[in-house]
């Protein structure tokens, strides 16, 4: 039931903050430590590699496990589109271990690489918002979003409580050993996210005034702004069918700057500070072909002029806070043009076909 609100997106965008905190209650013992099932942990620990497969915002996430997990275990890990991988496999390594991220737990093409994958023994993980779903029973492990149902077609609380759980998962395989408090970490992002969601109005206004009539734009950043980027790109083009891609900033000089007309409207992430420069230096340059060029930054990166500014948190987990902003983007520029936000044109939630 979405209550008082117009539409289950932004219900579902507004349970994040309440989200996070319940995944935080639900993966700590009794010591305050996050815990996760010890043979999951044996498991994983005894993995050469790890594989992330998904489709979609689940596979946007990934990326961001990725950067978690090789920054915090230092294992290496990468990420498979899993309509690709189910036919081609690329070299796995001697020793994988799968994780196979999915909302729904049902989709099609993800279910066929874990197919292939419990055909050649491989031991797998699917991480999940829905106990008892198809790849929940048929992967070896399981650990659960705990987002309560996702109803909208496009994913908002499933992509954040991904992150979250792979957090909490990369926080236990390093023995809780790599610099940060990560359950206090995750409870000031629960905070900043409620003060992104306490200023709709500001990015509703800035939608009106600058996506309205557009038939493109692009997201840019580096490194997590950049996958974050893919996210908020595929979040604005499924539900308000505005053609938007995102760009790793510094490819835009290798062809991409050629799509840049005067107009065009650009939204540059900027919350890493080993490339914010650098990201700068690209709206500057978009600028100077006539973009409409806009900054979502941190407060520790922010500059005068920027559109929209997020509280600072720990870089690692950012993605768990822009994103917000972008999800919101999308929202209010599919409100605005008239669109069933929660049911996209040609969408399914579930994608149950190959
Ligand atoms: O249920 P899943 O996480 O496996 O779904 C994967 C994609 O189909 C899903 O994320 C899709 O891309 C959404 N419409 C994105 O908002």
Redesign the pocket.
């Known amino acids: 039931d979405k209550g008082a609100y117009p539409y289950y997106m932004i219900k579902e965008i507004d349970e994040q903050p309440a989200v996070i905190r319940r995944l935080i209650q639900t993966y700590k013992n009794d010591q305050g430590q996050f815990e996760v099932p010890a043979d999951l942990i044996t498991a994983m620990q005894q993995a050469s590699n790890l594989h992330i497969v998904?489709?979609?915002?689940?596979a946007h996430a990934g990326w961001v496990g990725k950067t978690l997990f090789e920054s915090m275990v230092g294992i290496p890990t990468m990420v498979h589109t899993a309509s690709e991988f189910a036919y081609h496999q690329p070299l796995l390594g001697d020793k994988p271990f799968f994780i196979f991220?999915?909302?729904?737990g049902?989709?099609a093409d993800?279910r066929q690489a874990l197919v292939k994958v419990n055909e050649k023994g491989y031991p797998s993980l699917t991480i999940t918002n829905v106990k008892g779903s198809t790849l929940s029973r048929e992967a070896g492990y399981t650990l659960l979003l705990h987002a309560g149902p996702e109803i909208a077609?496009?994913?908002t609380k499933?992509y954040t409580a991904q992150i979250t759980v792979m957090a909490i998962l990369a926080d236990v395989l390093s023995n809780h050993d790599y610099g940060f408090d990560m359950g206090h970490e995750l409870s000031i992002i629960a905070t900043a996210m409620e003060s992104i969601l306490s200023e709709k109005d500001t990015i509703k206004a800035w939608v009106d005034a600058n996506l309205m009539a557009t038939r493109n734009a692009f997201y840019i950043g580096r490194h997590l702004d950049y996958y974050v980027s893919m996210e908020a790109a595929?979040?604005l083009k499924?539900i308000s069918y505005v053609q938007t891609e995102a760009f790793a900033s510094g490819e835009l000089k290798h062809g991409t700057i050629a799509l840049v007309e005067s107009g065009t409207p650009v939204i540059a992430v900027v919350s890493d500070p080993t490339t914010a420069s650098h990201t700068r230096g690209n709206v500057e340059e978009v600028k100077a072909r006539g973009a409409n060029a806009m900054v979502i930054a941190t407060q520790d990166l922010a500059k005068e002029g920027d559109q929209f500014v997020v509280p600072s948190i720990q870089a690692e987990l950012s993605p768990l806070a822009t994103v917000v902003v972008t999800q919101l983007i999308a929202y209010y520029t599919a409100l605005g043009r008239g669109l069933d936000v929660d049911k996209p044109r040609n969408?399914a939630k579930?994608?149950t076909v190959e």
Do not use: D, I, P
């Open positions: 998904a489709c979609g915002t689940s991220l999915t909302q729904s049902e989709t993800s077609v496009a994913s499933a595929l979040k499924e969408l579930s994608v």
